[in-house]
């Protein structure tokens, strides 16, 4: 079993579900605190409806989402360090989102989503992580 990851970053939304497609995905898990975007087709509706127009179904988990305070600070002074330190602690305090994110993994093929492109510099990947670390399962990150 896996836990895919996918970022629309640089991405149509075309591309987006042809990844997700191409993997098999049956839902997609949006992990952003606030799902809307300024980016055509990936604010909350527009997104589930693309998703359920694809075969593939969408759920907002915003427990997961990392909040604004910690981006905030992130965009203001680039320390991922820190970045990745104060979202850590917010993680810690989410283990029934987590649960509910590793229930839902078992039961079909999920991607977590969110903007990031780099994978390596998004907090899906420390979600994903600490589902793989609950439930023994593989993380993949969807980049094409």
């Known amino acids: 079993m896996t836990i895919f990851t996918v970022g629309y970053e640089g991405r149509s939304l075309e591309d987006v579900l042809a990844g997700l497609n191409a993997q ?3 839902l997609v898990a949006d992990v952003r605190e606030a799902p809307i975007s300024r980016k055509k087709g990936f604010s909350k509706s527009a997104l ?3 998703l359920n127009g694809a075969g593939i179904g969408y759920t907002h988990i915003r ?3 990392c ?3 910690i981006r905030d600070a992130y965009k203001e002074d680039g320390d991922w360090t820190r970045y990745t330190q104060a979202f850590m602690q917010h ?3 989410q283990q029934p989102a987590i649960e509910q994110l590793a229930q839902i993994v078992a039961a079909q093929p999920t991607a977590l989503l969110c903007y990031e492109a780099d994978f390596n510099r998004c907090h899906r990947t420390y979600v994903a992580v600490a589902v ?4 023994g399962i593989d993380v993949r990150h969807i980049t094409k």
């Open 24 to 26: 098999g995905i049956q």
């Open 48 to 50: 589930s409806e693309a």
């Open 63 to 65: 427990a997961l989402g």
């Open 67 to 69: 909040p604004k305070p």
């Open 91 to 93: 993680l810690r305090q």
């Open 132 to 135: 793989a670390v609950k439930t």
